[in-house]
């Protein structure tokens, strides 16, 4: 069994910051790229930022304008992955969602989300 599990949501004042976690726990051999995604409310599921196991780093459409305010990274050691989210907007209030490309001890790989955990932003 594995599973992903986020942490880190909550109500903040817009210009504030939030920093989710995303932890892989269970009958894992190697986890390849990881990802953050969030569904604003009404709309679909976007791509927020990706990294793979190396470090390497994709920003989504809706936040590669804001260079430096969202940040990904990842310890590998710990099977885990963070967003470090500053200068938050009300438009960034949504469900986000991490989920991670895993390799489990019996060979079989498959793409795994978490539950989500809303982040919600007041003006």
């Known amino acids: 069994q594995v599973q992903l599990v986020e942490s880190g949501g909550g109500l903040v004042q817009a210009g504030g910051s939030l920093s989710l976690s995303c932890v892989a726990s269970g009958s894992i051999f190697s986890i390849d790229t990881m990802g953050w995604y969030r569904q604003p409310p009404g709309k679909q599921r976007e791509m927020v930022a990706t990294i793979s196991r190396g470090g390497i780093t994709n920003l989504g459409d809706s936040v590669k304008g804001r260079l430096g305010r969202f940040t990904i990274s990842r310890d590998n050691a710990k099977n885990t992955m963070f967003l470090q989210m500053n200068s938050l907007k009300p438009e960034d209030t949504a469900v986000y969602y991490c989920?991670?490309?895993?390799?489990?001890?019996?060979?079989?790989?498959?793409?795994?989300w978490g539950q989500g955990t809303q982040v919600t932003v007041a003006s």
């Open positions: 989920n991670a490309a895993i390799t489990a001890r019996d060979s079989s790989w498959r793409i795994y």
